[in-house]
């Protein structure tokens, strides 16, 4: 794992979201905690497409990474939030994952809204206690009964 981690953080591989956040850091961080691996596929930002352009070009990158994380951080569930806006989105990676033949890891699917928030922190345990209770990933915004 630290050699992951070290390879990684050489590489200067970042996230693809706004913030470019380190991904050898989130990996390492997930490690020391018990990891849970969520891809969000659910964009939020206006008028931006490229998670689904890759998602529809590419799915199996996408669930490669996600896989070469989980084995890195010894998860043995894969959580993959859908776009519910998108369900060619949705479509693709449902094919891509009937393709696959991972052993060892557990392919989780959740249909967000479309306000579902992709950088929101709180993403994996939403997607975990989803999977607990045997419902849908709702984003916290639309369980809120204060919104118009």
Do not use: N, Y
Not at 36 to 55: I, M, N
Not at 115 to 129: K, N, S
């Amino acid at each position: 794992m630290a050699d992951a981690v070290a390879e990684l953080e050489a590489s200067g591989l970042r996230g693809r979201g706004g913030a470019g956040f380190p991904f050898s850091r989130k990996l390492a961080t997930a490690a020391r905690r018990g990891a849970t691996v969520v891809v969000t596929l659910s964009e939020g930002e206006p008028a931006s497409l490229k998670d689904a352009v890759l998602a529809l070009t590419r799915p199996h990158l996408i669930l490669d990474g996600a896989a070469a994380s989980a084995l890195t951080v010894g998860a043995k569930q894969v959580h993959v939030v859908l776009p519910g806006e998108h369900p060619q989105v949705a479509d693709a990676i449902r094919r891509a994952l009937a393709e696959r033949r991972d052993r060892g890891i557990a392919w989780r699917t959740h249909v967000a809204g479309s306000r579902w928030g992709p950088g929101d922190e709180r993403a994996a345990a939403a997607c975990r206690l989803a999977t607990l209770r045997r419902t849908r990933a709702v984003p916290r915004t639309a369980a809120r009964t204060d919104l118009p």
